[in-house]
């Protein structure tokens, strides 16, 4: 996969995971997840990302995710590198919402 490809709308992340063929992480602190999540998400804090690396499945598609993209396009190119089908969520958890999707909770601003 190219780098041309790393970003997913979140449409195509969210019809990924309703069908069972992405897990969404979501790569925020901590006081972000808590204030708000994509339901279905599972949490791994970028600080974190490289010690629970191996709670990162190999056998379907990962979506990052966080607040606006930056960071869990990071996190994408990093475990791409290692051979895992790696997105970033395009504009992340604020397109999220911005695309009507569902999300509990609010987008935290720190």
């Given at each position: 996969?190219?780098?041309?490809?790393?970003?997913?709308?979140?449409?195509?992340?969210?019809?990924?995971?309703?069908?069972?063929?992405?897990?969404?992480?979501?790569?925020?602190?901590?006081?972000?997840?808590?204030?708000?999540?994509?339901?279905?998400?599972?949490?791994?804090?970028?600080d974190?990302?490289?010690?629970?690396?191996?709670?990162?499945?190999?056998?379907?598609?990962?979506?990052?995710?966080?607040?606006?993209?930056g960071?869990?396009?990071?996190?994408?190119?990093?475990f791409?590198?290692?051979?895992?089908?790696?997105?970033?969520?395009?504009?992340?958890a604020?397109?999220?919402?911005?695309?009507?999707?569902?999300?509990?909770?609010?987008?935290?601003?720190?």
């Amino acid at each position: 996969m190219a780098d041309t490809d790393i970003e997913i709308t979140p449409q195509d992340a969210s019809a990924a995971l309703e069908a069972g063929e992405a897990v969404i992480i979501d790569v925020r602190t901590t006081a972000e997840w808590d204030a708000g999540r994509i339901p279905g998400a599972t949490h791994i804090p970028l600080d974190e990302l490289t010690s629970r690396a191996g709670e990162v499945p190999r056998d379907r598609d990962v979506v990052f995710s966080c607040k606006s993209g930056g960071r869990s396009f990071m996190a994408a190119q990093a475990f791409r590198a290692s051979g895992v089908n790696a997105r970033s969520l395009a504009g992340g958890a604020h397109a999220w919402q911005d695309a009507e999707l569902p999300f509990e909770g609010v987008v935290a601003d720190h």
